[in-house]
């Protein structure tokens, strides 16, 4: 288990930009996935962005082509690049670690459980 903290979070309006960031209390570079996940209100938690340990990238559809996923080179913090935010990704925004163990899907497409450090989140308001 690793320490995961978020920050960047804030209220911006239509068409801004956030960059949130994901600082681990060590290498992460070993995870088979690093991901971002959101939840809306109302809604379930979602996966939006992930990546691999190969460095391979996914995205849900509803952020494809506006958000960026990407670590920095000492593996120590995940980033979330957030372009052109609409209302509908107000959300709290959550980091999460998953175990070593390789996976047969795709980062995107694991579901939570293999996912064992988690950080407390950082809430995006988006306003119109």
């Known amino acids: 288990q690793v320490q995961l903290v978020e920050s960047g979070g804030g209220s911006v309006q239509s068409g801004g930009s956030l960059r949130l960031s994901c600082v681990a209390s060590?290498?992460?570079?070993?995870?088979?996935?690093m991901n971002w996940f959101r939840q809306a209100p109302g809604k379930e938690r979602e996966a939006v962005a992930g990546?691999?340990?190969?460095?391979?990238?996914g995205y849900a559809d509803s952020v494809k082509g506006r958000f960026t996923i990407s670590q920095d080179n000492a593996k120590n913090t995940l980033f979330l690049q957030m372009n052109n935010l609409k209302p509908e990704d107000t959300a709290m925004y959550y980091c999460?670690?998953?175990?070593?163990?390789?996976?047969?899907?795709?980062?995107?497409?694991?579901?939570?459980?293999?996912?064992?450090?988690w950080g407390q989140g950082t809430q995006v308001t988006v306003s119109s």
């Open positions: 999460a670690a998953s175990r070593p163990s390789q996976f047969t899907l795709p980062c995107l497409h694991i579901g939570e459980r293999p996912f064992d450090s």
């Open positions: 060590r290498y992460i570079g070993d995870r088979a996935c």
């Open positions: 990546i691999a340990r190969n460095a391979d990238t």
